[in-house]
C-alpha cells in the first residue's frame, strides 16, 4: 500500500538524463532519495536509431563511468569520434581535430540521450536508496532551509532537506519556487534527423558554418550520421515538409557533398533554440540542475555537459555539508555549488552565444577575419591543444 506521507533526504524533480545521473551519484553516496518524475521514459527501439543525440565529453564519462552505467551504455551503442572538422561555408577558414594529438583514443562520443537516460534508470529502478515516483508531479512546495515540503498532484506528501529541480527547461519547481529566469530565443531552429550518407562517417563530427545556422554530421552506429541543422524557422519548417528524398537533396547540397549522397534514414523533429539562464541557481532548500539551470545552443554539444558537471559540483557540495553534520537545504551551503557551477558555466555559456553570433555575421570584414581566425588556430598546436581540452570537458 502506497503511504501517504514519505521523506528523504534529496528529493529530485525530473528524472531526464541530468536527474537520473544525479540520482544515482547521489543515492552511491548516501542519500536517501525521492526521485518524481511525470512521464517513463522513451523505449528504445532494438535497430532503430533515435533521432535525439548528445556529444558526450570525457568528463562526463568519467561521470557515467563513477555512476557504473557506461559499459551499459556501450553495449547499447556509444560511438566514439576520433576526429572533428569544422568550416565556414561562406569562407575558405577551417580547422581541424585529431584525438591522437591529444594523445587520447577518441575525442568523445555521440550516444542517443534515451540510451544515457534508459542505462541510468535501470540503476535508479533498482536502487535501495531510491524510491522513484512516476508519474507523479508536483503541485505545490513551501521551501525552507530545514525541511521543504511538497504536495504531489496524486495526493501525497513528502518532506526532504533538500529540493533538486533537474525538469528542463520549462521548469515547474523554477516556477514554483519564483526563481527568475533571463530567456531571449535564437532566430533559430534545429532540425534533428538521421541519414545514411553514400561515405562512411570517418568516426568524425563534421560541422560546417552556414549564415543561416550550423549543419552537423554526427557519426553515429557503424555508418549513419545524426543531423542537427539550426536554421531560421521558416527554413525549418520548409525543411520539415518535404519529403526524405528531397530532404536528403537539401542536406546534400547544404553539406557540399563531402559525404557523397545523403539518404535520409529516420523520422525528423525541430526545436526551437534559445539562451536561457536561471537568475539564481539556488534558493533556500533548493538546487537547479541542467537545462533547469541554463540552455544553450547546441552549435558545441555542450548542454548536457553543463548539466553532468552541475551534478558532480552538487554532489560535492552536499556530500562536503552531510560531513560537517549541517543542513544540506541551507543557503550557505548551497552557495559553494551555485560559485562553482556559475564559474563553470558562464565562460560556456558566454563562447556558445559569441560563436553562434559570430558565425551568423555576414558582415564582409567580420567574414575575413573570422576565417583567418580559423585557419590561424588550425596551425597552431597550442591552441588547438586547449580548444579541444575545453571541447572535452577536460580544462577544469
Ligand atoms: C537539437 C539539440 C541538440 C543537442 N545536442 C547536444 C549535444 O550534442 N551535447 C550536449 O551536451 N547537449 C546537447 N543538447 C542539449 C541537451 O539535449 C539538453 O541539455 C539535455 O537534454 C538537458 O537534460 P535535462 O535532464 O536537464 O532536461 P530534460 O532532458 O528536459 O529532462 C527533464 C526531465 O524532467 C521531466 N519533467 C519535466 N517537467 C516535469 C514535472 N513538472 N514533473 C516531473 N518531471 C518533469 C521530463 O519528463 C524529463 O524527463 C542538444 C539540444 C538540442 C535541442
Known sequence: ?????????????????????????????????IVIEKQLPEKIGPDSISMRVSAITRASQVLLQKAQVWEAIRQMRATPYTHMSVWDGSGSGHIDFDAADMNQPDLGHIIENNIIQAALWQRL????????????????????EQASRLQLSDGRSIQCELLLAADGAQSKIRELA????????????????????????AHTAWQKFMPGGPLAFLPIAEDQC?????????????????????LGQSLTEAFDARLGKVQVCGPRAAFPLRLQQADHYIAAGLALLGDAAHVIHPLAGQGVN?????????LDCVQQSRAAKRPLGAWVELRRYERAARAHNQPVIVAM??????FSNQQPLLKRLRNSGLNLADKSAFVKHQLIKQAMGLSA
Do not use: R
Open 1 to 33: 500500500m502506497k503511504s501517504d506521507h514519505l521523506q528523504a533526504d534529496i528529493v529530485i524533480v525530473g528524472a531526464g538524463m541530468v536527474g537520473a545521473l544525479a540520482a544515482v551519484l547521489l543515492a552511491d553516496a548516501g542519500f536517501k532519495l
Open 125 to 144: 529502478q533498482s536502487h535501495a536508496q531510491i524510491q522513484l515516483c512516476c508519474p507523479a508531479e508536483v503541485d505545490t512546495l513551501q521551501l525552507a
Open 178 to 201: 519564483a526563481v527568475n529566469c533571463s530567456s531571449q530565443p535564437y532566430d533559430q531552429h534545429a532540425l534533428v534527423t538521421t541519414v545514411q550518407p553514400q561515405q562512411g562517417h
Open 226 to 246: 545524426s543531423i542537427v541543422w539550426s536554421n531560421s524557422p521558416q527554413q525549418v519548417e520548409q525543411l520539415l515538409q518535404l519529403d526524405d528524398a528531397a
Open 306 to 314: 553543463l548539466g553532468f558537471s552541475d551534478v558532480a559540483l552538487l
Open 353 to 358: 552565444d559569441a560563436i553562434k553570433k559570430l
